[in-house]
């Protein structure tokens, strides 16, 4: 998912698109799998889980060689949306096989592994990403991804038993046409109304026509997914207080996280003057931190009990968020790798028995679209965050009277002393966030399953 950013700038001058443009490669990707990931979810109570993880590898592979091989923007475009849906259908159903295999009390150990992959693949994309592009094109890329793909795919074929990972266990066998249709248009809506691809003169029209379009989606889908016999997604489930506060937990936890994360590179390329292949090496300590986090948090919640150690992670965080609050154009690497690893041990630490709660809470018959729905919270926690993040350091630097692309700070006579100000207030807004998630942490405790 993230070994395409640092090909960017490559892409737009082979294309002759501006950088505005260009992100459409990884917007086209992320509302597809937005949009479609509860759909997907659902799709797999029907088809079976097995089936449905097969079948998004196959798009995904596809996709890949439509990028690999585009000769137009439109085309590598529409190579996106493939993987995109691919990549839909893997997210939809992969956290509900992890979960049917393992017992329950082994749960924080199966999805501290799961997280822990997710981790290292995310910080490993753009470090890999990072080498190719010194000796290849920038097509090479979506060839390297198909390959691991192919190899997953048979494996898949010769190990999954649909069976044994816990497939065809809702007794409803209709599929919510309606509901996904709604929720498509409600995400497209609401990504494209918080990170608008657009140019800046049609933001005003975006954010006035989105917000509200955005609202009538919603409760138009609630309306009737609380009156059709077979639902997208229970809602009901949202009566259980434990499911409701968890849920709303892991949203608040990934709004602040996908923040800090989106400044990262910000301010170590242009504050702090690194290269891009030395940013991703300093990003991975992160990843490394995480994993740990997600192993030693997701164990230890299956022998301690789970909400403490969200709790927990909150807290470091927002320790560590106040460090990283004062970082300035002299902080030595050393503490920003040690930050980041910390950064991403909290991470893990809550992010794991967070997910275990909200399963535990859940019956077995609704792993397929609960699972769906715990990506779909993580991927509108980022969206958010980053609107956040970027909300504020634009508000900041135009106070100051910098009414700047973000990629020319550093350049400008004093916008780095601007940007550093607007740095502390992002973070004081993500520490704000780290609080609320402390409080709505509070709020759940572990209860017997009933599965």
């Given at each position: ?63 890949s060689m439509i990028c690999y091989f585009a000769g137009s923007f439109s085309m590598l475009i529409l190579g996106r949306v493939v993987m995109g849906l691919g990549a839909s259908l ?93 929720t498509i248009l409600l995400m497209l809506f609401f990504v494209t109304t918080l990170n608008s691809p657009f140019p800046s003169d049609y933001d005003f029209w975006v954010f006035l026509?989105g917000i509200p379009g955005s609202i009538i989606l919603l409760i138009t889908f609630i309306f009737l997914q609380l009156r059709t016999p077979s639902p997208l997604l229970d809602l ?216």
């Open positions: 998912m993230n070994i395409t950013i640092l090909a960017l700038p490559l892409i737009a001058r082979d294309f002759a698109v501006t950088l505005r443009e260009v992100s459409w490669v990884v917007i086209a990707f992320s509302l597809t799998v937005t949009a479609l990931l509860l759909p997907m979810g659902r799709l797999s109570d029907l088809i079976g889980r097995k089936k449905t993880l097969l079948s998004g590898i196959t798009f995904f592979i596809i996709g893997g997210q939809g159903v992969g956290t509900a096989i992890v979960v049917s295999v393992f017992p329950q009390k082994e749960r924080g150990k199966a999805i501290g592994s799961h997280t822990t992959a997710v981790a290292i693949g995310a910080a490993g994309g753009p470090v890999l990403a990072g080498v190719l592009l010194q000796f290849f094109s920038w097509q090479v890329i979506f060839l390297v991804v198909a390959f691991p793909a192919v190899l997953a795919f048979f494996w898949g074929l010769l190990i999954l038993d649909d069976e044994r990972i816990g497939s065809f266990q809702s007794e409803d066998r209709v599929f919510d046409w309606s509901g996904a249709v709604l026509l009901k489930l949202f009566s259980n207080r434990i499911f409701s506060y968890s849920s709303l937990t892991r949203f608040l936890g990934f709004t602040s996280r996908s923040g800090g994360m989106l400044l990262l590179p910000v301010f170590l390329l242009n504050i702090r003057g690194l290269d891009e292949f030395t940013i991703g090496l300093l990003m991975f300590s992160g990843a490394l931190g995480m994993g740990i986090g997600a192993q030693s948090g997701g164990r230890l919640s299956d022998i301690f009990g789970r909400r403490r150690f969200v709790i927990f992670g909150f807290v470091l965080a927002v320790l560590n968020s106040m460090l990283m609050a004062w970082y300035h154009q002299e902080t030595p690497l050393l503490l920003i790798v040690l930050t980041l690893f910390v950064n991403g041990i909290s991470m893990g630490l809550w992010s794991t028995p967070n997910q275990v709660i909200t399963v535990n809470a859940t019956p077995k018959s609704k792993f397929g679209p609960v699972g769906a729905l715990i990506n779909l919270t993580r991927n509108t926690g980022n969206v958010t965050g980053q609107a956040i993040a970027t909300a504020v350091i634009a508000a900041v630097l135009g106070f100051q009277g910098f009414d700047i692309e973000l990629s020319q700070v550093g350049i400008m006579e004093g916008s780095v002393e601007a940007f550093t100000h607007a740095w502390r207030a992002a973070y004081l807004a993500i520490i704000c966030v780290l609080c609320l998630a402390i409080f709505t942490a509070f709020q759940t405790r572990s209860i017997p399953s009933k599965n």
